[in-house]
């Protein structure tokens, strides 16, 4: 239902609207590039994958039917917080003075404060009916590490998190919440893998990067019988999850009477922007007029500056050949940076939506973006997380398009989460301490240049 206020505008469903099942976008765009074995260049198969993932998310990477039920334990788990709000931003739209409508998909009401638990529960679930009993991961800016944390406290199980190092400086409450929802969480590079101890003795001071902490995890994971990886971007199985977003969306925009004309989210991996838009591409698929934005940081601007090739996911090249778009897994964002959206690579599918045409990125720089941040807590209430953030900038400057032009467009975007855990970043933000960055195009050329021979 629609709030009653004299401007109504949040619109809710009941728990019987949520939905049952995951939408697979692999049934409506085939034959995606598989992942390939780093050694021999063949396609890798379910046994390659069965040392770090359980079986059914295996099947759910590979999958091509179109819908995948949810199971009722995480269903159960989900009606926490889920379905969660659609707000219509009135105020903003006001302050702006645009005729086009601003919808907002909010999923800062989970337990974990942003979206990433749709996939940590699913994930922590499939993982406990294999009988694992731990699980390792890797953290940029912690959004994911604590719902993952969450979740496996919810399933009985341990983990273990490797949080890039300067997020775990710069957010100490994120690590404090893990640490309340009983995970381990340590900086990376650290000396307790192989990996992290490779790259400290190279670079002492090294600040981190998701693709050292991808290596850490996946070295630990690999290392005991009894413990799993788990990913929260990127691969299949996990978009897959964070698609309840986009069919809530689809379903509160038909009680507003609305059809959206362009469709925004940020996107670092891509879990958050695929969760929102996938649903959508199904529709632009069939024949809708809609465009889809991607939304990264000109810090890290791996769909506008990276190119389409086979590239390992993590620094350490432990991991599988992904055909994505990438800095190269060597690629180390800037510290400066204050928001997450810091990984090298682009999910596949995200990547290959963007190569056929089908979707579009901007790269935006963190000033600006914490400008549109501070103007839509002023105006909506809710101050966002600093990648939400980036789709709240070009949100507001589709919007001031609109208001040139005085097309009334219909503009939704995804607020992925709140930002506050991260008032270190706005702290630094009203002090005028955070600068805007540009990757240098020759660090990115030197990253690519270590691009692997094989697939490409």
């Known amino acids: 239902m629609a709030s009653n206020g004299d401007s109504q505008t949040k619109y809710l469903l009941s728990e019987a609207e949520m939905p049952t099942a995951w939408y697979n976008l692999q049934a409506d765009l085939p034959n ?151 995970a381990t969480c340590v900086p990376s590079p650290s000396t307790d893998t192989e990996s992290g101890r490779r790259i400290l003795a190279a670079d002492p001071n090294s600040r981190g990067s998701l693709g050292i902490a991808i290596s850490e995890a996946v070295e630990d994971a690999a290392s005991r019988d009894d413990t799993h990886y788990s990913l929260g971007s990127v691969l299949n199985h996990v978009l897959l999850h964070q698609t309840v977003i986009g069919q809530e969306a689809q379903k509160q925009l038909a009680m507003a009477d609305a059809e959206p004309d362009i469709i925004i989210g940020c996107a670092g991996g891509g879990s958050n922007f695929a969760g929102l838009s996938f649903p959508f591409v199904r529709e632009k698929l069939l024949g809708k007029e809609i465009r889809i934005v991607a939304v990264e940081p000109a810090a890290c601007p791996t769909l506008t500056r990276g190119v389409y090739a086979y590239d390992f996911g993590d620094t350490g090249q432990m991991t599988p050949l992904l055909k994505m778009h990438t800095l190269g897994h060597s690629f180390m964002p800037a510290a400066i940076h204050a928001g997450g959206l810091r990984y090298h690579g682009m999910a596949p599918l995200v990547s290959l939506l963007y190569e056929q045409g089908l979707i579009e990125a901007v790269a935006l720089p963190q000033t600006k973006v914490f400008e549109a941040a501070v103007q839509f807590a002023r105006t909506e209430g809710l101050v966002p997380a600093p990648e939400s ?53 020759e660090e990115i050329e030197a990253a690519l240049a270590g691009l692997p021979a094989v697939g490409n």
């Not at 467009?409 to 992925?416: E, Y």
């Open 389 to 441: 953030a980036h789709a709240v900038r070009a949100a507001i400057d589709e919007a001031l398009r609109c208001k040139e032009t005085g097309e009334a467009k219909t503009i939704l975007f995804g607020l992925s989460g709140h930002g506050n855990f991260d008032m270190a970043a706005y702290e630094a933000y009203f002090a005028g301490q955070l600068m805007d960055y540009a990757h240098p195009q």
């Open 32 to 182: 995606p590039a598989p992942p390939l074995h780093p050694g021999t260049g063949q396609p890798i198969g379910p046994a390659d994958l069965a040392p770090l993932f359980p079986m059914a998310l295996i099947e759910q990477e590979v999958s091509t039917e179109r819908w995948i039920e949810i199971p009722e334990e995480v269903q159960a788990v989900y009606r926490l917080w889920r379905p969660t709000p659609l707000y219509r931003a009135r105020r903003l739209e006001k302050a702006l003075g645009t005729p086009a409508r601003i919808f907002y998909k909010y999923e800062g009401t989970s337990p974990a404060g942003s979206h990433k638990p749709n996939t940590a529960v699913a994930q922590a679930y499939y993982n406990k009916q294999e009988g694992i009993k731990r699980l390792t991961t890797e953290t940029g800016a912690g959004q994911w590490g604590s719902a993952l944390a969450m979740a496996c406290a919810f399933f009985g199980l341990e983990l273990k998190v490797y949080m890039v190092k300067v997020s775990y400086e710069q957010k100490p409450y994120r690590r404090a919440l893990m640490e309340a929802w009983g």
